[in-house]
């Protein structure tokens, strides 16, 4: 059984009210990941739930956390700035707990983005790699790769767990996005993955087994950023 995740709050941006969190560590951890939430559901949503509980079962601790605007009971995410700030407070968080393991950022789609967009703005000290579950690349319908631009001034290693179904990041676009990044991206396809990495009844996977295999891919490559 994964670990129970300890309640906590913390301020996330100075404006506004604290913000809740869970904490959620393993016995025998062997590194942290800020996790944070996607624009449309906080985090006890039931994926954030089940993808913090598959990375607990490979050793991975985490930081889950609500955006203010979640917290306030709110639809509309937050401003960038408060956005980046509440990451950049949750990281000094995971920090803090993490006890001499390796910490590392990212998230679900937005909150996986908004991750990379507060590095790029300005390097979150102590995380060593940040890694994107769903990385929002366009909207629905829209292709472009303009989101794209600032992962480029990113100067940490980046993972990118993408599904072949996602229809906010065509693979024909975002591969040569990774290409370009160099040794600093990697990418984890997920075969027939929408962009919550959910895969169709015919493929013979269960939901579970898909973030099991997402979760171990996130641990073995947090173990060699680690190193």
Do not use: C, N
Not at 113 to 130: D, E, F
Not at 155 to 173: E, H, I, K, N, W
Not at 175 to 195: K, N, Y
Request: avoid cysteine.
């Amino acid at each position: 059984m994964p670990s129970a995740p300890v309640p906590l709050t913390f301020p996330g941006d100075t404006s506004r009210p604290d913000v809740d969190a869970l904490w959620q560590r393993p016995r025998g951890a062997k590194a942290v990941y800020v996790l944070a939430h996607g624009a449309g559901a906080g985090m006890e949503h039931p994926f954030m739930i089940a993808m913090a509980d598959a990375l607990a079962r490979h050793g991975v601790a985490t930081l889950r956390f609500m955006f203010p605007y979640m917290q306030a009971g709110s639809r509309r995410p937050d401003g960038e700035k408060v956005l980046r700030a509440t990451l950049t407070a949750a990281a000094e968080v995971a920090l803090g707990r993490a006890r001499g393991l390796p910490v590392f950022a990212g998230g679900k789609s937005m909150g996986g983005r908004m991750t990379s967009r507060a590095m790029a703005q300005a390097p979150m000290p102590g995380v060593r790699g940040l890694a994107f579950l769903g990385f929002p690349l366009h909207p629905a319908g829209k292709p472009s790769d303009e989101r794209a631009a600032h992962l480029s001034d990113v100067s940490v290693p980046m993972l990118f767990v993408q599904g072949t179904r996602d229809r906010l990041a065509s693979l024909d676009l975002l591969q040569p996005v990774i290409e370009g990044l160099g040794a600093q991206a990697t990418v984890h396809i997920v075969d027939g993955g929408d962009h919550s990495l959910a895969v169709p009844k015919r493929s013979g996977r269960t939901s579970e087994e898909v973030l099991d295999g997402v979760a171990s891919t996130l641990a073995q490559w947090m173990q060699r950023q680690g190193e």
